[in-house]
């Protein structure tokens, strides 16, 4: 592993119409030929939800940008023809045929690979840009410039209701974590989980693209590529956390987990990204290995859990408490996420949309 060279907001579709991104920001920069910050969206049958994204990042403040959408579907769809009229209005925007049914993996790295920025920013088709991202995301990286990538706080949009994150302090809004602290912290789900992080939060250095690192998938991590991605990156370089609402993610359609894998698949692929993390991890010592660790996950879960499995495995879940390895881990995450993550994170706060 290398490390790389080199709010309280409304959603956008709330702003009023016609506002649109200043010119102020950026404009300097347009007379280069390479964008600053190419956002990637893989797209898939979602013409209800993509204008909304499309028009988040038409109404950003920062100009020195370009969007590069890949359609899954192809020429034939909704979605396509939607994207084509921005494109046809906006010389920035640029759409891409991924080909008929490859699927989520192929079709994200169709999409950055299409990106000419010096920066990558993910954007899922049914999540959106809060306000002033994009010149916040430049600023910091900036800043950071050989990170291999970096993330942000999501606010959650679910049922009508909007969690939003509140601002923290000045010095809580932007940490440093090198690659095997990262990397650590991944397997831990400590502060990097506990911000949301998502595709839809990623910024990622296209020197690391160039690098060959991709979404992939893997024969054991069949419903994991996400976790997989982030693991992939952190062993890249330096991640960059913004700990700000930078995005919305919209989970009111995503499938709920009894819907699509069941809990003992689910287990199976964080058992299997957890111990593809601990190769990666340099220093192990006084860290649970992966069975113990999954153990603790899955009294963790145990709340969310319980109207979706039987009585049985529900108790035997929460017996797992009585292991000392399993107490353990539960002691020190409970006085870790209390006394340290917790008060950087500050407190989320709804709004009805």
């Not at 989520?104 to 991202?133: F, R, S, Y």
Request: aromatic fraction near 6%; hydrophobic fraction near 40%.
């Amino acid at each position: 592993m290398t490390q790389m060279d080199s709010r309280d907001a409304l959603p956008s579709a709330a702003l009023p119409m016609g506002v649109g991104p200043s010119q102020d920001e950026g404009s300097a920069e347009l007379v280069t030929l390479r964008p600053f910050i190419s956002v990637a969206i893989p797209t898939f049958r979602r013409p209800d939800t993509i204008r909304r994204t499309i028009d988040s990042i038409l109404q950003q403040d920062f100009a020195n940008w370009e969007l590069v959408v890949s359609d899954d579907e192809g020429q034939g769809g909704l979605s396509w023809r939607i994207v084509d009229e921005y494109a046809r209005a906006d010389g920035r925007i640029r759409i891409v045929e991924n080909g008929r049914g490859r699927g989520q993996v192929e079709n994200t790295n169709n999409a950055m690979l299409a990106c000419t920025g010096t920066w990558i920013k993910l954007l899922h088709d049914d999540d959106w840009l809060a306000p002033g991202a994009l010149k916040r995301f430049a600023e910091v990286s900036k800043e950071h410039p050989s990170a291999a990538f970096m993330t942000c706080a999501a606010n959650i949009v679910e049922d009508g209701r909007i969690m939003l994150r509140s601002t923290p302090s000045e010095q809580n809004r932007v940490s440093v974590y090198s690659s095997q602290q990262c990397l650590r912290d991944l397997y831990l789900v400590r502060t990097t989980r506990s911000l949301g992080i998502i595709p839809s939060t990623l910024l990622i250095n296209s020197k690391v693209l160039q690098a060959g690192c991709r979404m992939r998938a893997h024969k054991s991590i069949p419903a994991g590529v996400d976790q997989l991605f982030f693991v992939d990156l952190a062993g890249h370089g330096d991640m960059v956390a913004i700990n700000e609402g930078l995005i919305f993610y919209d989970a009111t359609n995503h499938p709920s987990i009894t819907t699509s894998k069941s809990y003992t698949e689910v287990d199976e692929v964080t058992l299997a990204v957890k111990q593809l993390n601990w190769q990666l991890l340099e220093n192990r010592r006084n860290l649970p290995d992966p069975e113990s660790l999954l153990r603790a996950l899955r009294v963790a879960r145990v709340p969310a859990r319980f109207h979706h499995q039987s009585l049985p495995v529900t108790i035997r879940d929460t017996l797992q408490i009585l292991r000392p390895s399993v107490m353990k881990i539960a002691s020190q995450y409970l006085v870790e996420y209390l006394f340290r993550i917790r008060p950087v994170l500050g407190p989320w706060y709804t709004r009805r949309q």
